[in-house]
């Protein structure tokens, strides 16, 4: 059974920093695209960020853009979201997903994989 657990949220003061991690366990996922989505109150979930199989391709929001940084380390079957220069509105739940293929899609239907959620919480 496939499962995602993601690590890292918390409170920080608008211009600090988080850094979100996701691992997998059930299978490997080294020839899949990953991403990370966001929710917050009353907000439908939205695209982050994405990265390719590799590493080679990333995808940014542009709302996080030269803020947020996505890697991944396919040995630990793990992807990691660096959030620098955070800001009020990045308070969200953010997730994890998995996508079904070396796909690098922004859109949640062609994840197939999701994790729980972390909060993160930027004080103003």
């Known amino acids: 059974q496939v499962q995602l657990e993601e690590f890292g949220g918390g409170l920080v003061q608008a211009g600090g920093s988080l850094r979100l991690s996701c691992a997998a366990s059930g299978r490997t996922f080294r020839t899949n695209a990953m991403a990370w989505f966001r929710q917050a109150p009353g907000k439908a979930r939205e695209f982050v960020a994405a990265?390719?199989?590799?590493?080679?391709?990333?995808y940014y929001a542009d709302s996080v853009k030269g803020r947020f940084a996505i890697s991944r380390d396919n040995a630990k079957n793990t992807v990691y979201l660096q959030m620098n220069s955070l800001k009020p509105e990045d308070t969200s739940v953010y997730y994890c997903?998995?996508?079904?293929?070396?796909?690098?899609?922004?859109?949640?239907?062609?994840?197939?994989?999701w994790g729980q959620g972390t909060q993160v919480t930027v004080s103003s």
């Open positions: 990265i390719s199989w590799n590493g080679g391709t990333t």
């Open positions: 997903a998995i996508a079904r293929g070396i796909r690098v899609p922004k859109i949640q239907h062609e994840y197939d994989y």
